[in-house]
């Protein structure tokens, strides 16, 4: 059997609608969320480093790199006990 001529143009022009106009859409929207998040965290600084006893405790060493730093650790933004790397 033969599908009917209307599900055939349904299919035909959905198909042309997602890759058109949706596909093209979602990559306008992520790259306006990106340059807005590039603009809103462009100016900022990092927090003075304070030393406070009960943060950043180290009882047992990671087992990777160093034994100091946690896995995902960023020199400018992750600060370590004694403080800023950069």
């Known amino acids: 059997e033969e599908p009917a001529p209307s599900s055939s143009r349904g299919y035909k022009f959905w198909k042309k609608i997602t890759f058109m106009v949706a596909m ?3 990559g306008l929207i992520a ?6 998040h590039q603009k809103e965290h462009a100016h900022q600084s990092r927090p003075k480093f304070i030393e406070y006893e009960y943060l950043r405790i180290r009882t ?5 790199r160093d034994g100091v730093k946690t896995l ?13 790397e950069k």
Do not use: D, Q, S
């Not at 047992?60 to 990777?64: A, S, V």
């Open 24 to 26: 093209p859409l979602v």
């Open 31 to 36: 790259l306006n969320t990106y340059t807005e």
């Open 60 to 64: 047992k060493r990671y087992p990777w």
């Open 72 to 84: 995902f650790h960023n020199p400018e933004v992750n600060a370590l006990p004694t403080g800023y």
